[in-house]
Antibody
Framework: EVQLVQSGAEVKKAGESLKISCKASGYTFSNYWIAWVRQKPGKGLEWLGIFYPSDSDVKYSPSFRGQVSISVDKSINTAYLQWNSLGASDSATYFC?????????????WGQGTLVTVSS | SYVLTQPPSVSVAPGKAARITCGGNNTETVHWYQQKPGQAPVLVIYYASGRPSGIPERFSGSNSGNTATLTISRIEAGDEADYYCQVWDSSSNIALFGGGTKLTVL
């Protein structure tokens, strides 16, 4: 069974750094793109970017490039989303998701979400 | 990049059919997700009309021109959720989500 298990909720102050994780199991981690999606309270889904563990190819939404960093540790089948300096506007729930199919493929499996709260 | 346009809300009586539209480019490769409050999204349709295993046959999808439609037949109270369409914008190498449609079962 494919599972994506995300790290727990975080409460941080503006200006602090943060790295949240998404541990994958039940499939060959390197062979599938893994994406991060943001959802602010009461709002829709926003795509941040995607990483391909096999060759470390990474793509970012222009809206988030330079604001976040996506990485993986293939040795422990884990993807990360990182901020160097959080702002109040980063308060949201963040989901990781495994992409299936080709470049135009779909997100078959999702993590449970990580709630990030940033106070100013 | 372009946008995907969904109606903010759709209301339907139990037992009737709900139709949620998604307008924009590349809708022939659209994917649909259902999200209930406090939960992660769940894929319900891929590539406009494919249905993943475990998704009831009441969920179907179609595309015509630049508009994709998610149809949920014989609506049940448990179908009440937010629904999002999503495509891949190959010109910008990014995924796009529609703004979401809140389905209310009357």
């Amino acid at each position: 069974e494919v599972q994506l298990v995300q790290s727990g909720a975080e409460v941080k102050k503006a200006g602090e750094s943060l790295k949240i994780s998404c541990k994958a199991s039940g499939y060959t981690f390197s062979n599938y793109w893994i994406a991060w999606v943001r959802q602010k309270p009461g709002k829709g889904l926003e795509w941040l970017g995607i990483f391909y563990p096999s060759d470390s190819d990474v793509k970012y939404s222009p809206s988030f490039r330079g604001q976040v960093s996506i990485s993986v540790d293939k040795s422990i089948n884990t993807a990360y989303l990182q901020w160097n300096s959080l702002g109040a506007s980063d308060s949201a729930t963040y989901f990781c998701a495994r992409k299936m199919g080709s470049s135009s493929g779909w997100y078959q499996n999702w993590g449970q979400g990580t709630l990030v709260t940033v106070s100013s | 990049s372009y946008v995907l346009t969904q109606p903010p809300s759709v209301s339907v009586a139990p037992g009737k059919a709900a139709r949620i539209t998604c307008g924009g480019n590349n809708t022939e490769t659209v994917h649909w997700y259902q999200q209930k409050p406090g939960q992660a999204p769940v894929l319900v349709i891929y590539y406009a009309s494919g249905r993943p295993s475990g998704i009831p046959e009441r969920f179907s999808g179609s595309n015509s021109g630049n508009t994709a439609t998610l149809t949920i037949s014989r609506i049940e109270a448990g179908d009440e959720a937010d629904y999002y369409c999503q495509v891949w914008d190959s010109s910008s190498n990014i995924a796009l989500f529609g703004g979401g449609t809140k389905l209310t079962v009357l």
